[in-house]
C-alpha cells in the first residue's frame, strides 16, 4: 500500500498528490510515467510523474477527474493508501545537449511539462514555456513554470487570463521572429499536440510529442498502448512516452483514444451517483 | 499388489455440460470424485522403469504417488508430487500430460495411458481442501536469493531455494503473484484462487513477493547484488506480443491475445462491476491455433459473442493447441476456420460524418484461402496461398494470437547479459546460467512462448545450479 502524503485541489479538476514509494521516487525521471491502482478492484492507470522528492520517498502525480478511476482517486485523503503503485515506466526525457527549448504545455498536460521544463533548466538549457488553458479558472503551476521559464507565454482559449488565444499563436511567432529552438516539448491533448507539430513541421523545428493512450500492465505485455510512428508499429509503454511529433499518426493514435468512450460514460455515471449518494 | 485394472479407457472427467459452460467463467473440468480417482489409480502397473517418469519435465515419482492414491492416503501422495512440483494443482490442470508423462505410459500402448494428470489434479485439490499439514520450515543458510517474475519458472526456482534454506525474494512486475497463470489463463481453465492457494503456500515456506516492481525499471539486476543478493533467477516471461503487420491492425476492437486475456483475467472485466472495460463484440475472429488463441476465443464466447471464429493458416492436423483445448472449444461452439490466412482487417469509416462514433471500428477481416505445400526440413508442410481467394469474414473484434517475444526490459537494462537473435537470454542448457555470474534464467524468457510446466523445469534446474554455485562459493 503507497500512502497520499501530501494532497492539494489545484483547480475544480485538477488534483496534486505526492505518494510515498521510495523506489519509484529513486528512479523516476522527467517524462516517465506509473501505473496505480486506487483501490482492490481498481483498474490500472497510468500517469505521468509530475515530479519526485527521492529525500522523502515520494512521486507527485497532478491528474484531472476524466473518469470513473480518477475520481475515486480524487476522493482520497491526505494519509490515505493507494492500492498499487509501480514505476518508474517508460523512457525519460532526453535532456542532454539541449541549449534552447521551447516547453508547450496544455491544460493538465502542464503537470508533466512541469518536470521537463524543470530538469532543461536545471541543466543550464534556455527554456520558454507557453502554456495553455481553457480559462483562468483552470490555470495551474503558473509560479513553478516561472521560476524554471526563461521566459513564459500563458494562453487561455476565453482570454480570462495572459493572451487570448491557442498555444501554437505565440510558438509560430517566437519561431517566425527567429528563435532558434533545438527542441519544442509539446504535451497535453492529441489534438494540440497535433496542431504543435503542423505549426513547427513547417519550419523544421525538432519536436517532441509526449503520448498517454490506453494502457493495461505497462510493462510492453499487452500492445494496447501501440501507435503508428514513422510506418511502424510501437508501444508507448516502453518505445515512449515521448516520440518525434513529425512520425506521428495522430488521427489513428485520436481514433484509439475513444475505443471505451461508452464504457467510461456508463463507469463515470455510476461512479456520479454513488457520489450523490454519499453526499445525501 | 492387487491385480490392476485393465479397463482400456480412463476414467472419463467430468466436466460442466458445453451448453451452460460457454456462458460462465466457472471451470470447465470439475475433477475427479475419490471414487474416479481410486479406480483409476489402479489402472497404474507400477513398472520399475517408471517411464512416465522421464516424461515429466520436474521428473515427479509418479508410480510412487499413483501408489499412494491407491492406498487412499492422498496426502501421502501430495507429499511425493511436492518434493518435485512446487505447483501441483495449477500442473494437474494445464501441462499437455498427452505429450509428456502419459505419453510415455506403458498402458498407453494398448488403450489409453492412466490418467496422470488427473490423479495429480485431484490429489492437489484434496490436500488444498482438507489437509492441515503445515511446511516443515527448513533451517535458514543465510544466502538470498532475487527471482526475477512470479510466474511458474520464477515460483518454482523459488519453492526450490527455499527449500533448501535460502532467503528468497520474488519480484513480480503486475499486483499480484502469478505470472501468466494469473493473467493469461483463464478462470475456466485455471481459478485463479488456486494459482493464489499454492502462492501462499510459498509464502507459507518464507519466501518474500514484493509486486509492483519491475526489475529493470524500479530496481536494476546490478542493483539487486548491491543489495547483497548473491544470485539471481531471471524468469520474466515472454511478453511483447506479435502483430502481423497487416492494415487495419490499429482499429478499434483489434486486440493482443495478451490485451485481452489480461483484461478479462488479471483485471476482471468479465464481471459486470468490472472497472476494466473490455469489448462486449457480437462477432470475434481470433487469429492464430495455439492454446492462448483457444483461451482467448472461448473468453470471447463467455463474454457474449454469437460467433467466435479460430483463423488458422494449416489444417486441424497442424494446430499446435493441446488436443483436450480444441476439443472443449469445438464442444462450446468455436468455429474453426482453417486454411486462411488474414491479410487486412477491415474498418468503419463514414466519409460524410467524421464524428460518427462507429468510425474507426473493426467491421469485418479479410482473408486469404491457403493449401498445404511441401514439408519443410522439419516436416512441417507450410501454407501457400490459393491464388485470387479473397474473401471476408464479418467480425467486431480481431484478437491477434500469433505468439510473443521476450520482454527486452532486462536485457535492456544489464551489461553483459547476451540475448539470442530473437530477444531470447542465452544459458547453459543445463544450469541456467546466463553470460552474467551469478544471474540465471529459464523459462519463456529463454525459450520464447512454451508451456508452463518447460518454465518450471527450468525454474528448478536453475534452483539447483543456484544452490551448487552459492555452497561452492
Known amino acids: 500500500m503507497y500512502q497520499i502524503i501530501r494532497k492539494a485541489v489545484l483547480n475544480p479538476t485538477v488534483v496534486r498528490m505526492d505518494i510515498l514509494a521510495p523506489r519509484v521516487a529513486n528512479k523516476a525521471k522527467a517524462g516517465q510515467f506509473i501505473i496505480l491502482r486506487v483501490d482492490e478492484n481498481g483498474e490500472r492507470i497510468p500517469l505521468t510523474v509530475a515530479g519526485t522528492n527521492p529525500a522523502e520517498g515520494t512521486v507527485r502525480i497532478i491528474f484531472q477527474t476524466v473518469g470513473a478511476t480518477t475520481d475515486a482517486l480524487a476522493r482520497k485523503n491526505e494519509g490515505e493508501y493507494l492500492q498499487d503503485f509501480v514505476g518508474p515506466l517508460g523512457k525519460a526525457t532526453e535532456i542532454e545537449g539541449l541549449k534552447k527549448v521551447c516547453v508547450v504545455g496544455g491544460g493538465v498536460g502542464c503537470a508533466i511539462a512541469l518536470p521537463v521544463a524543470q530538469a532543461l533548466h536545471d541543466a543550464g538549457c534556455e527554456v520558454h514555456s507557453i502554456i495553455g488553458f481553457r480559462g483562468k479558472d483552470l490555470l495551474i503551476l503558473e509560479d513553478e513554470f516561472k521560476a524554471c521559464s526563461d521566459r513564459l507565454t500563458i494562453m487561455t482559449d476565453d482570454g480570462s487570463y495572459g493572451r487570448q488565444g491557442v498555444v501554437t499563436v505565440p510558438l509560430k511567432e517566437a519561431i517566425e521572429a527567429g528563435e532558434c529552438y533545438d527542441r519544442v516539448i509539446t504535451i497535453g491533448p492529441l489534438i494540440m499536440m497535433k496542431f504543435v507539430v503542423a505549426t513547427t513541421k513547417p519550419y523544421g523545428v525538432p519536436t517532441v510529442v509526449s503520448m498517454n493512450p490506453v494502457m493495461v500492465d505497462g510493462t510492453g505485455m499487452c500492445g494496447g498502448c501501440r501507435l503508428t510512428v514513422g510506418g511502424k508499429t510501437v508501444f508507448a509503454c516502453v518505445d515512449g512516452p515521448e516520440f518525434d511529433g513529425f512520425e506521428v499518426d495522430f488521427d489513428e493514435a485520436m481514433s484509439r483514444s475513444t475505443m471505451y468512450a461508452d464504457f467510461e460514460r456508463h463507469a463515470r455515471d455510476a461512479s456520479c451517483n454513488l457520489f450523490k449518494k454519499e453526499v445525501e | ?473
Request: proline share 6%.
Open chain 2, 1 to 473: 499388489m492387487a491385480k490392476p485394472n485393465m479397463s482400456p479407457v480412463k476414467n472419463p472427467m467430468p466436466t460442466q455440460d458445453p451448453a451452460v459452460r460457454a456462458h460462465n467463467f466457472d471451470e470447465v473440468a470439475l475433477g475427479y470424485t475419490e471414487a474416479q480417482a481410486l479406480d483409476e489409480a489402479t489402472r497404474c502397473l507400477n513398472c520399475k522403469n517408471a517411464p512416465c517418469v522421464t516424461g515429466c519435465p520436474v521428473n515427479i515419482h509418479i508410480p510412487a504417488f499413483i501408489e499412494k492414491v491407491r492406498e487412499g492416503d492422498f496426502e501421502a501422495a501430495y507429499q511425493i508430487i511436492r518434493k518435485s512440483s512446487s505447483l501441483p494443482a495449477v500442473c494437474g490442470r494445464v501441462c499437455p500430460q498427452e505429450k509428456q508423462c502419459e505419453s510415455k505410459c506403458v498402458r498407453g500402448i494398448k488403450g489409453e495411458p492412466v490418467g496422470i494428470g488427473r490423479l495429480e489434479r485431484f490429489v492437489a485439490d484434496w490436500h488444498n481442501t482438507f489437509s492441515t499439514e503445515h511446511p516443515v520450515l527448513p533451517e535458514k543458510n543465510g544466502h538470498r536469493v532475487a527471482i526475477v517474475g512470479s510466474g511458474p519458472a520464477g515460483l518454482t526456482c523459488a519453492g526450490a531455494l527455499a527449500a533448501r534454506g535460502y532467503e528468497v525474494t520474488v519480484y513480480e512486475a503486475l499486483h499480484v503473484a502469478g505470472g501468466v497463470l494469473m493473467y493469461g489463463i483463464p478462470e475456466f481453465r485455471l481459478p485463479k484462487h488456486i494459482v493464489q492457494k499454492e502462492v501462499d503456500g510459498l509464502r507459507a515456506m518464507g519466501v518474500t513477493i514484493e509486486t509492483n516492481v519491475v526489475i529493470g525499471k524500479t530496481v536494476t539486476v546490478d542493483e539487486l547484488f548491491e543489495e547483497g543478493f548473491e544470485a539471481v533467477f531471471v524468469g520474466s516471461g515472454a511478453g511483447l506480443p506479435k502483430f502481423m503487420g497487416i492494415p487495419g491492425e490499429s482499429l478499434k476492437g483489434v486486440y493482443s491475445a495478451n490485451e485481452f486475456l489480461t483484461r478479462s483475467n488479471l483485471m476482471k472485466a468479465y464481471r459486470e462491476d468490472a472497472t476494466t472495460p473490455i469489448l462486449r463484440a457480437r462477432r470475434v475472429a481470433v487469429v492464430g491455433g495455439g492454446n492462448v488463441a483457444m483461451d482467448a476465443a472461448r473468453t470471447a464466447l463467455r463474454l457474449g459473442a454469437e460467433e467466435v471464429s479460430i483463423i488458422y493458416r494449416r489444417s486441424m492436423e497442424e494446430l499446435p493447441a493441446r488436443k483436450e483445448e480444441v476439443e472443449h472449444a469445438e464442444e462450446e461452439g468455436i468455429i474453426f476456420r482453417l486454411l486462411n490466412n488474414p491479410v487486412e482487417i477491415l474498418g468503419y469509416h463514414n466519409p460524410d460524418d467524421r464524428r460518427d462514433p462507429k468510425n474507426g471500428f473493426v467491421t469485418g477481416i479479410k482473408c486469404q484461402k491457403m493449401m498445404l505445400g511441401e514439408p519443410d526440413e522439419r516436416g512441417r508442410r507450410s501454407p501457400v496461398a490459393v491464388p485470387d481467394s479473397e474473401w471476408v469474414l464479418d467480425v467486431d473484434c480481431v484478437i491477434m494470437s500469433i505468439g510473443t517475444s521476450p520482454n527486452p526490459l532486462i536485457k535492456s537494462t544489464t551489461e553483459g547479459l547476451d540475448v539470442n537473435s530473437r530477444g531470447g537470454i542465452i544459458v547453459e542448457e543445463d544450469t541456467g546460467l546466463t553470460s552474467r555470474e551469478g544471474v540465471y534464467a529459464g523459462g519463456d524468457a529463454v525459450t520464447g512462448a512454451a508451456t508452463v510446466i518447460l518454465a518450471m523445469g527450468a525454474g528448478k534446474t536453475a534452483a539447483e545450479a543456484i544452490d551448487a554455485y552459492l555452497q561452492s562459493k
